[in-house]
């Protein structure tokens, strides 16, 4: 015996079908979310991490800050086109972390002295070494316009071509090409002058 | 990446420091949990009210259907059982071939049927098994195997059991044909001429006439007419 699927059912059968037929769809639906949730995470949640730190948040901070990141792509799940996913963490982050940025500098703390990084299988004195590069890396940052820290952080960091750092930052690539050009001479000046102000520091890093 | 020439060495130094540091595992294995739980709240939220419990409803009403299903498969067994026949008369199940069309069928409406007037009436109290047009054509099979095999009395049975249990709608007429023909068989000459003429009066424009017309001409065996 079957169901005929030409026969028109009773109103009542026809609602009942239908709910559970949107029941398995909606759990289809949660499974397909968490999927693709999870590939999220796992493909860019360093480069939001690095990005957040660069960006001027401490260590601990940055933690907050990325989750907070991923907690904002969660909600925003179905407005984000697959694909797009990296354009939207990256757009979030550089939200997150001026607002990270403008409670931590109301606290008066200084965002540049925090050294809890993880240093798993390092030698204390590498980790040193680390530490004060970063440090140094950090203070040479913070004197660059945010346009060109975020520019130049994408390049020399991440390593992206121009073309993927204009569409990152939803501007023209001559724009990002510009913009990166000064954002290295800048760095580099800021370079020079910490290196004469501090030659062993700045050239032992 | 294209190659791009390098601001200095000790910026490269730093960028390179900047490129080994990364989050704790905890961390981003914390902060994937906590996606996964929000989105689950999420997908629950939009679901709104009892539709959230829909893939609970959906397995209990599939464990529920196949239960009746099973109970029908039951029942339908149930009515293929012999009833009351000769005690040589075994039952057998229906043909692959007859289960494969019944598998395929709709249930009918049960249509009232008395064609034999030696049919037993039905017990008020218990209630007739729901007749399928699936049942019909197992028992007919049952009943046209058995007559092949020559073993009249089972196709008789059979075909009471037709019309007592099952009450016998769209074959009604293929069901007393084979009566006939089973009677014929068995010797009973006399009475398969007998119905014979009845079913062409009965059913006149059936294409099964020219068969029982074939049969009413039957005479008494060879043996009496001697």
């Given amino acids: 015996m079957i169901v005929d699927r030409t026969r028109r059912h009773h109103p009542v059968v026809t609602r009942a079908l239908r709910f559970l037929l949107d029941g398995v769809a909606r759990t289809r639906t949660d499974a397909a979310d968490k999927s693709r949730l999870s590939l999220v995470v796992e493909q860019h949640f360093d480069f939001i991490w690095r990005l957040l730190r660069r960006l001027g948040l401490r260590a601990a901070d940055a933690d907050d800050a990325a989750q907070q990141v991923f907690m904002i792509a969660t909600q925003k799940l179905d407005a984000i086109a697959p694909g797009s996913e990296r354009s939207f963490l990256y757009g979030a982050a550089v939200r997150v972390a001026a607002n990270a940025r403008r409670a931590a500098s109301r606290r008066s703390e200084d965002p540049g002295d925090d050294v809890e990084h993880i240093a798993t299988g390092l030698h204390p004195e590498q980790r040193r070494t680390l530490d004060e590069a970063w440090a140094l890396l950090d203070e040479l940052l913070e004197r660059l316009p945010d346009e060109l820290r975020r520019v130049l952080v994408l390049a020399e960091i991440e390593q992206l071509e121009v073309a993927e750092i204009a569409a990152l930052e939803d501007v023209p690539v001559g724009t990002a090409a510009s913009r990166l050009r000064r954002a290295r001479e800048a760095f580099r000046e800021h370079l020079k002058r910490a290196s004469a102000r501090n030659p062993f520091d700045a050239g032992g890093a | 990446m294209t190659e791009r020439e390098p601001i200095d060495d000790v910026a490269d130094e730093l960028f390179a420091a900047a490129r080994r540091e990364r989050p704790e595992d905890r961390v981003r294995a914390r902060a994937k949990q906590l996606a996964l739980s929000a989105r689950t709240g999420i997908n629950a939220a939009e679901a709104r009210g009892p539709a959230a419990y829909a893939p609970v409803i959906a397995v209990a009403v599939a464990i529920a259907v196949l239960a009746f299903i099973a109970a029908g498969a039951l029942r339908t067994r149930e009515a293929l059982e012999p009833i009351a026949v000769t005690p040589e008369i075994v039952e057998h199940e229906a043909t692959p071939a007859a289960r494969r069309t019944a598998d395929r069928l709709e249930v009918v409406q049960d249509v009232p049927l008395s064609v034999e007037k030696s049919v037993q009436p039905q017990s008020k109290s218990a209630p007739r098994p729901q007749p399928s047009l699936a049942a019909e054509i197992a028992l007919l099979d049952q009943a046209r195997s058995a007559l092949s095999a020559h073993e009249s009395a089972r196709v008789i049975a ?58 009413a001409k039957i005479e008494e065996p060879a043996e009496d007419s001697r």
């Fill in chain 2, 158 to 215: 059979l075909i009471d059991q037709y019309q007592r249990v099952l009450g016998g709608t769209g074959m009604r007429a293929e069901a007393e044909l084979l009566r006939i023909e089973a009677l014929a068989q068995s010797g009973q000459r006399a009475r398969a001429a007998q119905l014979a003429q009845r079913f062409v009066k009965e059913h006149a424009g059936n294409p099964l006439a020219e068969r029982a017309r074939t049969l």
